[in-house]
């Protein structure tokens, strides 16, 4: 590849409505251009990085046993009510109307559309177990589309879909899958965990993220220092508590005037923020309740959402908070003035004692308050994130990292096999409702991602197996010199030879103008060919994380290079 | 590949709604699957196919300078009002709004967004000549999706477009483009043409449409004996006519009571049908026009959108003739009752004397009517179809075969550059609004129309770069002799050794069934390994096209693989 007939166009200027930093990058490199809100074209550039990801996706897909397939991104109306998602899936489903007035939409993702191709293709056991996947456009209508690719509504994924007679043969599947993914992230070059995942709107029994390491992820990611455990922060749970101390304190009311938050109350009262209550009042489906975690805790609204009768719940309005506690909100508490509302108490909050909660009461808490002294034993559950320093329950610490969902592997189950009815006949003649699994990777978010994990001040450090090239040729006055050209294009014909994809920058640039480009868009090895290098037999080499240059025959170039 | 691990589903019932034999063809071989009106699904089988058709396409655009980019299949509403698509496109262009009520549509083509895309990267003419592909997914709401993938709405097309400073690099990179195409249609091993077009909704100067041949096909194409010359019968043209004879007879009146069809009064009056004339009324913009062709020949209503002033035609409704002409259709005629009504002849109407016309009175026409005579001189023009067997321009004779449109270059100009204001800087530093080519090609229809052209009763007749295997070597009974499956697995790494894409067909299917399947499928080259042919130390080998099997050794088999 000659750039000088590649479109490579960079610029110096940094868009001013970006913020991450791969956003930035990319769009300086000019890898992506914005067509609109949230959809972007991938220019050449930044084509060959996604073709790369897309080759290994695919490769490892293949070698554990799936077989590609392709469904249409348009799929009708009828299709998504059978499973329920046409209304559950929410306004990111993009519906359409063609020029019959059908509805569709344009496919999020495709459990529906492969359910359907399965309940026509699968009849008999003996084609179980089989995994079908896609490497697919997929539109989500985000609200707020934001940084590039990272979180653009159009956007490429891989897909795939296991059916199976039974639940043995789908975890099989699943622990295969997660092996493939593993193979694919380390083949990629990027620093990734794969951890414990609630399996949100998609539904099914058990889920895991793969994770790429980066400051800006978005998600929370937590680890165990006394073993291998790893879980989003949605899903990671901390060790029990310990039994609960014995009453020390009497009941007593203590005035509180102003100080409507734990933290103030703490303050007020000269007490640890470990040693106050939050209440947190809900509107569940069979009416108020009250959730209750420590002072120096948080509420995971997925957790929250897992305890019986809470799935739908939303946050209550004052009005409904008066009306249930008879106080407003900033001093709220569980020993009610009036019986028959539900309180959820976390599992550490249900292990305190001699706590300061609200005594739903303007400008007053109680102190010394304990469990079943006071107030009635209250429900248990994990309802709180856990925090770096949390003890673990293999004994171990917790620490907290942040990191960008490249992957999700989930085993779904009969949701939508049964749903949509999609049956075999099994070894006795009878129909089985298929198992089924269902893995996506983002293949687009994943450029973005490894930008994220892998950039300096000058531009993108590409992992080898990413980069638009390997290596690129850099020739200094190339129209001037014919042996420089010569050597320079000797030098290019020897590295593909040797299966490295190297491109030859023959676009004539000054050489400060060509290092910067080739360093922005995250060349690993640039080779100079230098009338002066060729006099002295020698190329100037320079790996794209080194510090220097280092002038090398062609042999020890080529050793540099291969590695 | 392993088809005991791979997903083929062969049916032999004959879809009930399919009418050519691709599509029944494809969804026997279980190729596509539908999920809707127009939208089919691409099975493991189908998608191999489609595959190595791509392939094809981007290594010939590749080599040929064009250079891959990826643009979103949603497009705003904003870019297509600057073209003045959005309207003009019609129903065939699917319209979306979001969850904010902005307005979109999906891509149905990308004039408009890769003109976008070169505003914004162009900005000298040293980046010309550029031109820029992509492989993806597009959407034509069609009315009356039909014949599969043939003419499906969802469909993948590898839409390419130039950009040139002037108008003779735009005509060499469309003639470089001709070549590009004539290697792809070639590689993929089909017989086509390469034919004049009109270049339709597009726009633009120029335009030459290639056209797989096949009996079933929806184009008619018109081809010379007497040079290369080929056109679509929209833009075909027949040689002039002779000159026209003087008049020998006088103009009378004759009764035709119940005669409507030049084919009935020719009968009526024992004249040959060439000396009738059909009169055929018009609204354009500029009023009532009436067009005349010979009664044998047929009008030719692209052609005839091209006479000045009738780029918008319809025709005339009855009340319309009887007000203009005083008469009811099929008496009509331009022996006028009275003047300021346009007439346009066709060349050979206008080279005619003597002939036949309605009086523009009920019953009656008109014989022996003269140009010049009877008449005005008319104003004259290319109107009509050629007919197979007309005397073409290069003094050979046209002849007409059926052909399936499968791509399409155009030279479209500055249409769309000056509507979205592209320009660069040229060499003296003005601004220069760039000249524009595109180029389509209809990467699953080739799969369509392959199959159209190369068929026999038993199934497909793949081209081998077209095929999903090149070979499969069959197992006669895998699970009871190892010997026969370890020989059979020992010929596949052979086969793959030698740059062959085979697959082993290790399902255990009876023979009957497997070579069934064999031959649906349209596999090039069967290899069947049993026990019998080992002791023999040979294999059964059968081309797909030959009417027998032969018993080769090892080494034959490779010769009539590799060829």
Chains 1, 2 share one sequence.
């Not at 001040?457 to 990413?466: E, K, N, T």
Request: net charge negative.
């Amino acid at each position: 590849m000659r750039l000088s007939r590649f479109h490579l166009h960079t610029t110096k200027e940094t868009p001013a409505d970006a913020e991450l930093v791969s956003h930035k990058l990319m769009l300086r490199s000019g890898m992506v251009r914005k067509l609109a809100s949230g959809l972007y074209g991938w220019s050449p550039l930044g084509l060959r990085v996604l073709r790369k990801v897309e080759a290994i996706v695919r490769e490892e897909m293949n070698r554990a046993g799936a077989v590609e397939l392709q469904l249409p991104t348009i799929q009708p109306k009828e299709l998504w009510e059978e499973s329920g998602r046409w209304t559950k899936f929410g306004d990111q489903l993009l519906k359409i109307r063609d020029r019959k007035d059908q509805e569709y939409c344009y496919s999020p993702t495709a459990e529906e559309a492969i359910t359907d191709f399965a309940r026509q293709e699968l009849s008999s056991y003996k084609q179980l177990p089989v995994n079908f996947y896609q490497i697919q456009t997929k539109f989500r209508d985000e609200i707020r589309p934001r940084f590039g690719v990272m979180r653009s509504r159009e956007f490429l994924m891989k897909d795939a879909y296991s059916f199976h007679l039974n639940d043995a043969d789908l975890v099989r599947e699943y622990e295969n899958m997660k092996v493939a993914y593993s193979r694919i992230f380390t083949r990629l070059g990027l620093d990734f965990r794969m951890v414990q995942a609630d399996s949100g709107a998609i539904g099914g029994d058990a889920s895991q993220e793969f994770h790429v390491i980066a400051d800006s992820g978005e998600d929370a990611l937590v680890f165990s220092t006394g073993s291998d455990y790893a879980a989003n922060m949605e899903a990671a749970v901390a060790a029990d508590p310990g039994a609960r101390p014995a009453p020390a304190e009497a009941l007593r009311k203590v005035d509180t005037p102003v100080q409507k938050t734990c933290e103030d109350v703490a303050a007020l009262l000269g007490i640890s923020l470990q040693r106050t209550v939050k209440s947190v009042a809900l509107m569940s489906e069979d009416g108020f309740v009250l959730a209750l975690v420590r002072g120096d805790h948080e509420v995971n609204e997925i957790k929250l959402a897992k305890v019986p009768g809470l799935a739908g719940f939303r946050m209550a309005g004052e009005a409904e908070i008066v009306d249930h506690l008879g106080s407003e909100p900033g001093f709220l508490g569980p020993v009610q003035p009036r019986k028959g509302i539900r309180v959820v108490a976390d599992r550490d909050v249900a292990a305190m004692a001699d706590f300061v909660v609200g005594a739903n009461e303007k400008g007053v808490h109680l102190a010394g308050v304990n469990w079943g002294r006071d107030l009635e034993e209250p429900e248990v559950a994990d309802i709180r994130n856990v925090r770096a320093g949390d003890r673990a329950r293999d004994g171990g610490e917790l620490k907290i990292a942040r990191g960008i969902e490249v992957g999700h592997v989930f085993q779904l189950g009969r949701t939508y096999s049964a749903a949509l009815k999609a049956t075999v006949l099994d070894e006795n003649g009878k129909a089985a409702v298929m198992a089924m699994g269902c893995y996506g990777i983002g293949v687009s978010r994943i450029v973005a991602a490894a930008i994220e994990q892998n950039h300096d001040d000058a531009g993108i450090l590409w992992p080898v197996a990413m980069a638009p090239w390997q290596a690129v040729v850099c020739v200094i006055n190339p129209k001037r010199d014919a042996a420089v050209s010569d050597a320079a294009d000797a030098l290019l014909a020897e590295f593909q030879a040797a299966g490295i994809d190297a491109a030859l920058d023959d676009r004539g640039l000054r050489p400060g103008a060509m290092f910067a480009d080739m360093e922005l868009i995250g060349i690993p090895h640039r080779i100079v060919v230098s009338e002066r290098g060729l006099a002295a037999g020698t190329f100037e080499y320079r790996s794209r994380t080194a510090a220097e240059s280092e002038n090398l025959d062609r042999a020890a170039v080529l050793r540099r290079i291969v590695g």
